[in-house]
Nanobody, 121 residues
Framework: QVQLVESGGGLVQPGGSLRLSCAAS????????MAWYRQAPGKERELIAR???????NYADSVKGRFTISRDNAKNMMYLQMNSLKPEDTAVYYC???????????????WGQGTQVTVSS
């Protein structure tokens, strides 16, 4: 199986920064696209940033210019550097990845359990 584990969430004041990490482990041949989603209370889960295996990135307008997604393919890790945080960034942040477990398998999509980010004074 494949596990995704997020870390780095917490409480931060408006204007502050946090760095989230996502560690992928288990039966992994390679990881294709990876992404960060978030879900605020009472709202649907939304895609905020995506990164391809080669490093191409896409961001939601709400985080563009403030958040930076990156990955380390050798370590099966993904990161989200969040700067200039706002109260409206408060949400549970989820890691998502498209994983090929072995040659001959199909690419499967996996989710982490989420990490809470709270932006408040």
């Amino acid at each position: 199986q494949v596990q995704l584990v997020e870390s780095g969430g917490g409480l931060v004041q408006p204007g502050g920064s946090l760095r989230l990490s996502c560690a992928a482990s288990g039966s992994i041949f390679y990881i294709n696209n990876m992404a960060w989603y978030r879900q605020a209370p009472g709202k649907e889960r939304e895609l905020i940033a995506r990164i391809g295996r080669g490093g191409s990135t896409n961001y939601a307008d709400s985080v563009k210019g403030r958040f930076t997604i990156s990955r380390d393919n050798a370590k099966n890790m993904m990161y989200l550097q969040m700067n200039s945080l706002k109260p409206e960034d408060t949400a549970v942040y989820y890691c998502n990845a498209d994983v090929l477990r072995f040659i001959g398998d199909s690419i499967r999509n996996y989710w982490g359990q989420g990490t809470q980010v709270t932006v408040s004074s």
